[in-house]
């Protein structure tokens, strides 16, 4: 494995980094509320999960971000190495995941291991296992 340092990108990565952290930390400090995404989400699918005009406002915020940053800057090219099939049940996998871990990962690799949960340092360190280990199967085991 190698960084292809000729296209790292260091400060946009930073700065990304903290508009994230500022926006998870003011969602908790003004609202009170973790700005896991699978539990916004599941909020407006829900009848009686309070107001939602605060979960329609982060959510337009992640959807509109990606078309913002493109007035600025363009964007590195996207590459998926995958058919819409295997994204489909990965997607699938993904959401079955968020149920049995109450939460994704926004939620506890952001939020819930800066409030320093235990349950969400569990979580995190299974996602990033599930992860090198199918990285590994997929790039070093025939077959894979």
């Not at 003004?30 to 406002?57: E, H, M, Q």
């Not at 360190?125 to 199967?137: E, K, N, Q, S, W």
Request: with cysteine.
């Amino acid at each position: 494995m190698s960084i292809d340092w000729l296209h790292f990108t260091a400060f946009p990565a930073l700065v990304g980094g903290m508009l994230i952290g500022l926006a998870a930390g003011s969602l908790i400090l003004l609202t009170g509320r973790i700005a896991g995404i699978s539990g916004i989400l599941g909020g407006l699918l829900r009848a009686n999960a309070g107001p939602a005009g605060w979960r329609v406002a982060f959510l337009a915020g992640l959807i509109a971000s990606p078309w913002i940053y493109r007035v600025f800057a363009s964007p590195a090219p996207a590459r998926v190495d995958a058919n819409w099939p295997v994204l489909a049940i990965a997607g699938l996998l993904v959401g079955v995941g968020t149920r049995y871990g109450a939460g994704c990962t926004s939620g506890h690799g952001i939020c819930g291991l800066s409030r320093l949960s235990l349950r969400s340092l569990v979580a995190v360190a299974i996602f990033m296992a599930a992860g090198f280990l199918t990285v590994f199967v997929v790039r070093h085991v025939p077959g894979g």
